[in-house]
């Protein structure tokens, strides 16, 4: 009788360094399969004892993302900003914020993550500005007929008195898309557009100047060395003509039903074509990542066309349920969709809007991607585990939020006065929540913030936090991070796995994906019970107790295994 379980990854294999950056960065299309980890900068690694996570931190434990085996690293905001959304309000787009550091701090983490063969890949915030920005404050304090006020997207309103908001559109944090401005005399005035908070005034993109801004701003950060671009709201930006009104009652999400006068425009295309050109006089295959909220992943794959944009997250993977039916109906739309434009599909299933996985997993399906209940810790656990193999195992580019590889839940209990998403103080519009997925992560089992910083963190951590950190789990088998890292360093090791735009699905029993790619098999049970199947081959790693007897494989409940032919 022969028996067989996964076997881990030696860590000698997992950690060996790479090429240097220079030679690494020299690979033609290394973003079609790449693994991209988001930081949340302030909520990484605090160098300075303040609470809060900045860019000497991340700095500091570049290692462990090149040992935890992903490409590139993907930093949210670290710009001039009031923080009144977390840094999606730049005052200055070519200035880091004193919380986060300076500029040299900047060229610092650049320069030292390319020596440890990763890429950095910085966001871009396009759709709207702070009420900091100089542009904004010049034009309130200039007045009506103020140039820089066509910038923007001021306009007179409604009513006898103009005491009515020029359109009904609504923020998408809840309330009026309208802020009314008191003008220098001191008389109600003009209104102006935001999207989101007041505090993020939307640029009007028919303007030359606001093309023109942007487009020396891509130039300033591509001069500093970066790979990359992710494009804030990059479906927003153009605004039908005449900013006509909705008509409807119900409030715009995001991810809607349809397009609406101010979401998924055409022209947003045209902007990208300019950009591409820019992007493509530099050496070095930089890219570009749309976050772009459409109704469909094929008006997605618009955003991927060969003279645009590179990849675009795939917003229907992450909001789609642990089922085998659901999950492979929008694992095949994903992949048609992207065939015709040449684009390679991405797959992401926590970032920082959303609850993580390991969390939405461990509730019922239907709730949505903002959760407010912990659910079966163990649940949620289980098949998150299960999720992100069966995510690595799919052909394009997959993207890591930070702290998934410790399995950390998302925070639901948080107490109402540590609450800083500015949606939640709105009321309605988008849930307000997102504080949860944002707690600065663990690094040590002790310490005033369990290896963060010196200073305790800006949002508080749970009990327990220790026992899921990197020092808890470093080296243990069967881990959550060493799972991810022994699933990172096979999928380096694999050339079937990652690029690529098909797979091969196999016949499995009800409730069960399996597929093929060359000599690689990925069979992923979504059922709540163990289910036996043929094994297609030599167990690799699996996220529970796979074994495999003479041929026979025994696959618990919410679990995902990888075999080989070769």
Same mark, same amino acid.
Do not use: K, W
């Given at each position: 009788m022969s028996h067989q379980t996964a076997e881990p990854v030696s860590p000698t294999h997992r950690t060996a360094p790479r090429t240097a950056g220079h030679a690494v960065a020299d690979r033609r299309d290394w973003w079609r399969d790449a693994v991209i980890y988001q930081v949340y900068p302030r909520s990484f690694a605090d160098s300075d004892g303040d609470g809060m996570g900045d860019l000497p931190g991340i700095r500091t434990r570049l290692p462990y993302l090149r040992d935890l085996g992903v490409d590139a690293v993907w930093l949210s905001p670290f710009y001039a900003s009031p923080q009144a959304?977390?840094?999606?309000?730049?005052?200055?787009?070519?200035?880091v914020d004193p919380m986060f550091g300076n500029l040299l701090d900047a060229d610092?983490?650049?320069?030292?993550a390319h020596?440890?063969?990763?890429?950095?890949i910085v966001d871009l915030v396009p759709n709207h500005s702070s009420d900091q920005h100089e542009w904004f404050k010049r034009a309130l304090a200039d007045g009506p007929g103020s140039p820089l006020r066509d910038r923007y997207h001021f306009r007179p309103g409604k009513g006898a008195n103009g005491e009515l908001p020029p359109n009904d559109w609504e923020s998408i944090f809840g309330g009026p898309a309208w802020t009314r401005v008191t003008e220098p005399d001191g008389t109600p005035g003009q209104w102006y557009l935001h999207l989101f908070a007041p505090e993020q005034p939307d640029f009007n993109w028919d303007h030359p100047a606001v093309?023109?801004?942007?487009?020396s701003i891509l130039r300033f950060w591509l001069d500093m060395g970066v790979d990359g671009f992710r494009i804030d709201v990059a479906h927003g930006m153009v605004k039908a003509p005449g900013l006509p009104d909705i008509g409807g009652n119900e409030q715009v999400k995001l991810l809607g039903d349809g397009v609406v006068p101010f979401f998924d425009q055409d022209g947003v295309h045209e902007i990208y074509r300019q950009w591409r050109l820019i992007l493509d006089e530099y050496s070095g295959d930089r890219v570009f990542v749309a976050e772009a909220w459409t109704p469909t992943v094929e008006r997605t794959a618009h955003y991927v066309r060969?003279?645009?944009?590179?990849q675009a997250f795939n917003f229907q993977y992450l909001s789609t349920h642990w089922d085998a039916a659901e999950l492979r109906e929008v694992i095949d739309r994903t992949l048609e969709a992207m065939r015709p434009v040449g684009a390679p599909a991405t797959w992401v299933l926590s970032n920082h809007d959303v609850t993580r996985h390991a969390t939405r997993f461990a509730n019922p399906a239907g709730l949505g991607t903002q959760i407010r209940e912990a659910g079966d810790r163990e649940l949620g656990l289980r098949r998150a585990r299960a999720a992100t193999l069966l995510m690595l195992?799919?052909?394009?580019?997959?993207?890591l939020y930070q702290g998934e590889e410790l399995g950390l839940p998302d925070v639901v209990d948080l107490p109402d006065e540590a609450r800083q998403d500015p949606a939640y103080f709105?009321?309605? *519009?988008?849930? =307000?929540?997102?504080?949860?997925?944002?707690?600065?992560i663990p690094w040590t089992r002790e310490g005033s913030s369990h290896g963060f910083g010196d200073g305790g963190s800006w949002l508080p951590q749970p009990a327990g936090w220790g026992e899921l950190s990197v020092e808890a789990q470093? *080296?243990?088998? =069967?881990?959550?991070?060493?799972?991810y890292r022994t699933a990172l360093a096979v999928r380096r090791e694999a050339s079937d796995l990652g690029a690529g735009e098909a797979v091969e699905w196999l016949p499995a029993p009800e409730g069960v994906l399996a597929f093929r790619r060359g000599a690689f098999v990925c069979v992923a049970n979504t059922t709540g019970r163990t289910v036996p199947f043929a094994a297609p081959g030599r167990l690799l790693i699996a996220s529970g107790e796979v074994t495999v007897t003479d041929g026979e494989a025994l696959g618990p409940a919410d679990t995902t295994a990888w075999f080989t032919t070769a």
């Open positions: 959304d977390a840094g999606y309000d730049v005052a200055d787009y070519r200035a610092g983490l650049i320069r030292d020596d440890l063969g990763l890429r950095i093309n023109d801004e942007f487009r060969p003279d645009e944009l590179h195992a799919l052909p394009g580019s997959a993207y709105r009321g309605a *519009g988008q849930d =307000g929540f997102r504080d949860g997925c944002r707690v600065p470093q *080296g243990v088998p =069967g881990s959550t991070l060493e799972m």
